[in-house]
């Protein structure tokens, strides 16, 4: 009798073509960064399209290390302010959390969903709520609007990551 597996903790091998499609998914990554909205407690961006694309594609280890190395490019590249690691570490969990869940499984609601949930609450609510005391700003103040913004975002995020993922199920095997 098989089993089926529900999280994936393996990365595929790199060639060449893989390593070139993780790097075009970092620089799009980059590229949505840019379009973030919002103050430095509240800020709202698509990136997280890419960071799931990541995940869906090279398994959590890969998508992990390339939204380390984007985290750190991107406040080299864009950055105002300290380069805060917990930020660094808070990339590489969501990514881990997405290909864990994404890679190697079809794309189905309740993956998307679950990862979905997860980084909302692990990764934006609890570790970048933790990353804004550290730096000095007041729970009090931004826990609230932090937790309502997320909340916001959690079913928009859902959604997109769905389509995202079934759209681009049709070309998984001729891109990776």
């Known amino acids: 009798m098989a089993t089926m597996q529900i999280f ?41 399209i890419a960071t799931a694309l990541m995940g869906y594609y090279f398994g959590p280890w890969w998508a992990a290390g390339a939204a380390i190395i984007l985290d750190q490019v991107g406040f080299v590249l864009f950055g105002s302010g ?4 917990g930020y660094t570490l808070s990339a590489a969990v969501a990514a881990a959390i997405y290909g864990i869940l994404f890679h190697d499984h079809s794309a189905s609601i309740w993956r998307v969903v679950v990862a979905t949930v997860l980084v909302i609450v692990l990764v934006n609510v609890v570790m970048g709520t933790w990353w804004l005391v550290l730096m000095g700003f007041d729970l009090k103040v931004i826990l609230w609007p932090r937790v309502i913004k997320n909340l916001i975002e959690l079913p928009i995020q859902a959604v997109l990551i769905y389509g995202v ?11 990776a």
């Open 82 to 85: 300290a380069d805060f690691l």
């Open 8 to 48: 994936s903790f393996r990365s595929p091998r790199l060639n060449t073509r893989s390593m070139v499609f993780l790097a075009l998914l970092m620089a799009l990554e980059l590229v949505l960064a840019r379009f973030s909205i919002g103050t430095e407690f509240l800020k709202v961006s698509p990136a997280f």
């Open 165 to 175: 993922l079934k759209g681009v199920t049709a070309v998984r095997p001729s891109l």
